[in-house]
């Protein structure tokens, strides 16, 4: 991912990047908030306003992705961080 306005969040930790390197979360999701400073990032928001730490299956959007979900859930290898 090209490095300009990148969300502060996108790091080794992020479930969003996790995901995405693991080829689970499409591109889209990246470009449209990652990438774009984390502008209206629901994920974001909760954080910086409420402490609120979001799920890895809970999309920028607030929407979860069941997808993600089954596979952060169905192995402890895919929940570990690097």
């Known amino acids: 991912?090209?490095?300009k306005n990148?969300?502060?969040w996108w790091?080794?930790?992020s479930g969003m990047k996790r995901s995405y390197?693991?080829?689970?979360?499409?591109?889209?999701?990246?470009?449209?908030?990652c990438s774009n400073g984390g502008k209206n990032c629901v994920r974001k928001q909760?954080?910086?306003n409420e402490g609120y730490i979001s799920p890895d299956w809970?999309?920028?959007?607030?929407t979860e992705d069941e997808t993600i979900r089954e596979w952060?859930?169905?192995s402890p290898v895919c929940r570990k961080l690097p």
């Open 58 to 62: 809970v999309l920028p959007d607030g």
């Open 46 to 48: 909760r954080w910086e």
């Open 6 to 8: 990148v969300c502060r």
């Open 1 to 3: 991912m090209a490095q």
């Open 72 to 74: 952060l859930t169905s």
């Open 11 to 13: 790091d080794e930790t």
């Open 21 to 33: 390197d693991a080829g689970k979360l499409d591109k889209k999701w990246i470009e449209d908030y």
